[in-house]
């Protein structure tokens, strides 16, 4: 199950970004965006986007239009990657981890990473 997971990949960890520093056969090391280095298991943690992130200045907010793909795929079911290639004409760690804090607001998006939900106005 951890073979799924990468050195320098973006993670959902607690709804927090985490970047994976090492992967081992039971145990994913991560490190918080506060810096905190935790041992966990492939259960516990979410892959966002593949990277790499090679450290969290890289999860700056993205020019694009959120609003505009909001409108756009209003009351439709997308996945985070189709939503920001639509947003931001990209998939990276940046546009991944502005959309999950977008979903996790709740305002106009909800769901999971694999299947975002697209609220009407």
């Given at each position: 199950m951890?073979?799924?997971?990468?050195?320098?990949?973006l993670?959902?960890?607690?709804?927090?970004?985490a970047?994976?520093?090492?992967?081992?056969?039971?145990?994913?090391?991560?490190?918080?965006?506060?810096?905190?280095?935790?041992s966990?298991?492939?259960?516990?943690i979410?892959?966002?986007?593949?990277?790499?992130?090679?450290?969290?200045?890289?999860?700056s907010?993205?020019?694009?239009?959120?609003?505009?793909a909001?409108?756009?795929?209003?009351?439709?079911?997308?996945?985070?990657?189709?939503?920001?290639?639509?947003?931001?004409?990209?998939?990276?760690?940046?546009?991944?981890?502005?959309?999950?804090?977008?979903?996790?607001?709740?305002?106009?998006?909800?769901?999971?990473?694999?299947?975002?939900a697209?609220?009407?106005?």
């Amino acid at each position: 199950m951890s073979d799924n997971f990468r050195a320098d990949n973006l993670v959902l960890y607690k709804n927090q970004a985490a970047r994976v520093t090492n992967v081992s056969a039971k145990k994913i090391n991560i490190v918080t965006q506060d810096g905190t280095a935790v041992s966990v298991r492939p259960k516990d943690i979410e892959l966002l986007h593949p990277g790499p992130l090679a450290n969290f200045g890289q999860l700056s907010k993205p020019q694009g239009e959120l609003l505009t793909a909001w409108e756009l795929l209003a009351g439709e079911i997308t996945s985070l990657e189709e939503l920001s290639e639509l947003a931001y004409d990209e998939f990276t760690p940046a546009t991944a981890w502005t959309i999950w804090q977008a979903i996790d607001d709740g305002l106009h998006f909800s769901g999971s990473i694999a299947e975002i939900a697209v609220h009407t106005a």
